[in-house]
Nanobody
Framework: QVQLVESGGGLVQAGGSLSLSCAAS????????MGWFRQAPGKEREFVAV????????YYADSMKGRFTISRDNAKNTVYLQMNSLKPEDTAVYYC????????????????????WGQGTQVTVSS
């Protein structure tokens, strides 16, 4: 069983930056692709970014490209999401998730393919 704990959320003004972290325990972190998702009130869970097990490949939702950066440190069992140029529409609860599967990039954009989830961290961007 893998436990994931996100941190780093908070309140920021539009145009600002936040850095999220997700610490994993209880499993072999380097086996998992790691994804970030978000969910705003009344909306479905939305794919943000994914990074493969060795960090060799990353993929972003179109609206995050150029603003968000996903990275990981397997020695620290941690995945990160650096968010720059934040907009009010980025306001949501952000979740990290671990995926044991092995598929194409579109496979990793589907939240139903993920095996483990964190509890989420709130990001609020004020205008």
């Amino acid at each position: 069983q893998v436990q994931l704990v996100e941190s780093g959320g908070g309140l920021v003004q539009a145009g600002g930056s936040l850095s999220l972290s997700c610490a994993a325990s209880g499993g072999t972190f380097s086996r998992y692709a790691m994804g970030w998702f978000r969910q705003a009130p009344g909306k479905e869970r939305e794919f943000v970014a994914v990074i493969t097990w060795n960090g060799g490949t990353t993929y972003y939702a179109d609206s995050m490209k150029g603003r968000f950066t996903i990275s990981r440190d397997n020695a620290k069992n941690t995945v990160y999401l650096q968010m720059n140029s934040l907009k009010p529409e980025d306001t949501a609860v952000y979740y990290c998730a671990a995926n044991l599967g092995n598929g194409g990039l579109y496979y990793y954009t589907n939240h139903r393919t993920y095996n483990y989830w964190g509890q989420g961290t709130q990001v609020t961007v004020s205008s």
